[in-house]
Nanobody, 125 residues
Framework: QVQVVESGGGSVQANGSLRLSCEISGYPHDTYCMAWFRQAPGKERQGVAAVGSDGSASYIGGVRGRFTIRKEKGKNILYLQMDHLRPEDTAMYYC???????????????????WGQGTQVTVSS
């Protein structure tokens, strides 16, 4: 059984930093696309960043240069380093995974097999 557990959320002031972690246990596949999504109140869930088993990394435009996604080698632990945070980054952040490569024009869709419960990130101005 695959379990996805996020941690590292919290409250920070604008321009601060947070690092989110995600541990995916019981993942039975060699191929993966692992991603971070976020959902703010009243808004749709949004893909933020993804990393694939081919080493590719993808970001939405609004976080490129501020956020860094990384998967720890040899372990199914995913990180999202978030720097220069803005109030508009406030959301519940979710970790997700699927046994497929990350495709540049589809990784941000919500068709992932495994999801965590989320961790809250709040950025105040």
């Amino acid at each position: 059984q695959v379990q996805v557990v996020e941690s590292g959320g919290g409250s920070v002031q604008a321009n601060g930093s947070l690092r989110l972690s995600c541990e995916i246990s019981g993942y039975p596949h060699d191929t993966y696309c692992m991603a971070w999504f976020r959902q703010a109140p009243g808004k749709e869930r949004q893909g933020v960043a993804a990393v694939g088993s081919d080493g590719s990394a993808s970001y939405i435009g609004g976080v490129r240069g501020r956020f860094t996604i990384r998967k720890e080698k040899g372990k199914n632990i995913l990180y999202l380093q978030m720097d220069h945070l803005r109030p508009e980054d406030t959301a519940m952040y979710y970790c997700a995974a699927k046994p497929d490569v990350c495709v540049a024009w589809t990784w941000y869709r919500s068709d992932y097999n495994y999801w965590g419960q989320g961790t809250q990130v709040t950025v105040s101005s």
